[in-house]
């Protein structure tokens, strides 16, 4: 996934570094902290979270974003930590039980890749589904972790049945 010069992270280990770093920054974190840094990303800027050394020694930058322009109602920090406590344990889930994850690219790059792990929630009797991205910037060895919101009606049949799988 990530990756520099010299390595690229295998994905079962990149998504073990994103779910402890989304969980320390808004699930671990108090609600003050957890709260500044939702403001940050749901005003749609890109914020730092933390550098990690990798084992060979390399250093690779972790930022976030949020797209939340398919997100169904008004988005409150409550809402946003509900679809992301969701999404860490499904994704923690999956991993723990050495589920294939998919991962598909993602249209606006070569380097940007989404995970096939979903976090469905209702908010006012509207679900919504937020799903995990990256976006690799190999030469400069950043990361940045794209929260996105998607239509949740791509996960519906034209009869209103959720469609299987």
């Known amino acids: 996934m990530a990756q520099n010069r010299q390595q690229t992270i295998p994905k079962d280990k990149f998504l073990v570094i994103a779910v402890n770093l ?16 939702y403001r940050e990303i749901e005003q749609g800027r890109v914020m730092p979270m933390t550098a990690v050394k990798m084992e060979d020694n390399s250093t ?5 974003l949020l797209d939340h322009s398919e997100f169904k109602g008004h988005l409150n920090f409550g809402a ?18 050495k589920k294939e994850i998919t ?4 249209e606006h790059g ?3 890749v989404m995970f096939g792990i979903t976090a469905v929630t209702v908010e ?3 679900p919504n589904v937020m799903v995990l991205g990256a976006d ?3 030469e400069a060895a950043a990361v940045t972790l794209r ?10 049949r034209q009869d209103g049945e959720a469609k299987p799988g």
């Open 22 to 37: 989304l969980h320390r920054q808004f699930i671990g974190a108090g609600r003050t902290r957890a709260k500044q840094m």
């Open 60 to 64: 690779v930058r972790f930022r976030i």
């Open 124 to 126: 006012d009797d509207r």
């Open 110 to 112: 070569p380097s940007s």
């Open 136 to 138: 690799v910037e190999g």
């Open 147 to 156: 929260l996105m919101y998607l239509d949740p009606a791509q996960f519906t």
């Open 103 to 106: 991962v598909f690219n993602v």
């Open 80 to 97: 946003f930590k509900a679809s992301l406590t969701t999404l860490v344990g499904n994704l923690s889930r999956a991993l723990q039980e």
